[in-house]
C-alpha cells in the first residue's frame, strides 16, 4: 500500500517569513495530493490539493509543487502570520478514489 | 448548513464493553471514510464506504466494524473495545470521486477505553 513520509515534524518560523513542508510517496498510482490544516481542538480542512497532471498550483500565500518523477511534494506559505500556526498534515490517494493515506502531520508555529 | 455531525463528541469506557460511534453527513455525499488520529502518526483509515452497502477496510481495520445501510449514515463499531483504542476519531466524507475528492470531517470523537 501508500506510504507518506512528511517533514520537518515541527517548524517554527518568524512572521513574516515563509515556510516549507514536503511530503514523499512510494505508490506511483497516486494522483491526487492534498494538504489539511488542523488547528488545535478542531477538525482538519482541506487548504490546498494538486492532482498529478500539474506541477505547481498557488492560492494566495499558499501554493503546493509536485515533482512526480522524484514522488514528492510540498506546501510552501509565504508571509506567515500567527494564525497560520496550525498542525498540516500532507496526503496522497490513489486514482481509484478510495483509499487516502496521510503523513504523520507538521506543527508549524509562527512566532509574533 | 451542510455539515458531518459525530456522536458522542467525548466516551470514557472500560474494555470489552460494545460501543458504536454515529456519523452522519447532509450532503448526499457518496464516499465516507473513519480516521484515527494519534500523536506522531497522523490520521489513519480504519474503513471506507464508496456507496450504500459497499464498505472496505482501510490501514487499520482490525477491532472495528462499519456499516452504511443508508447513504447519510456510517456508524463505526466496536465490539469489544481495548486500551490501545484510545484515541480521536474522525468521520468524513466526500463528493463523487471518493479520495480523490475534498474530505469533509466531522467534529471528532475523543474515545478513551479504560
Known amino acids: 500500500g501508500e506510504n507518506v513520509e512528511q517533514h520537518p515534524s515541527t517548524l517554527s518560523v518568524q512572521e513574516g517569513d515563509s515556510a516549507v513542508i514536503k511530503c514523499t510517496y512510494s505508490?506511483?498510482?497516486?494522483?491526487?495530493f492534498p494538504w489539511y490544516k488542523q488547528e488545535l481542538g478542531k477538525r482538519p480542512q482541506l487548504i490546498i490539493d494538486?492532482?498529478?497532471?500539474?506541477g505547481e498550483k498557488k492560492d494566495q500565500r499558499i501554493a503546493v509543487t509536485l515533482n512526480k518523477t522524484a514522488k514528492h511534494f510540498s506546501l510552501h506559505i509565504t508571509e506567515t502570520q500567527p494564525e497560520d500556526s496550525a498542525v498540516y498534515f500532507c496526503a496522497a490517494s490513489e486514482t481509484s478514489g478510495s483509499r487516502l493515506t496521510f503523513g504523520e502531520g507538521t506543527q508549524l508555529t509562527v512566532n509574533p | 448548513e451542510a455539515q458531518v455531525t459525530q456522536n458522542p463528541r467525548y466516551l470514557i469506557t472500560v474494555t470489552g464493553k460494545k460501543l458504536t460511534v454515529t456519523c452522519s453527513q447532509n450532503?448526499?455525499?457518496?464516499?465516507m471514510s473513519w480516521y484515527r488520529q494519534d500523536p506522531g502518526l497522523g490520521l489513519r483509515q480504519i474503513y471506507y464506504s464508496m456507496n450504500v452497502e459497499v464498505t472496505d477496510k482501510g490501514d487499520v481495520p482490525e477491532g472495528y466494524k462499519v456499516s452504511r445501510k443508508e447513504k447519510r449514515n456510517f456508524p463505526l463499531i466496536l465490539e469489544s473495545p481495548s486500551p490501545n483504542q484510545t484515541s480521536l476519531y474522525f468521520c468524513?466524507?466526500?463528493?463523487?470521486?471518493?479520495?480523490?475528492?475534498?474530505?469533509?470531517f466531522g467534529p471528532g470523537t475523543r474515545l478513551t477505553v479504560l
Open positions: 468524513a466524507s466526500s463528493l463523487d470521486r471518493g479520495s480523490t475528492d475534498t474530505q469533509y
Open positions: 494538486i492532482r498529478s497532471n500539474v
Open positions: 505508490d506511483s498510482a497516486s494522483n491526487y
Open positions: 450532503m448526499n455525499h457518496e464516499y
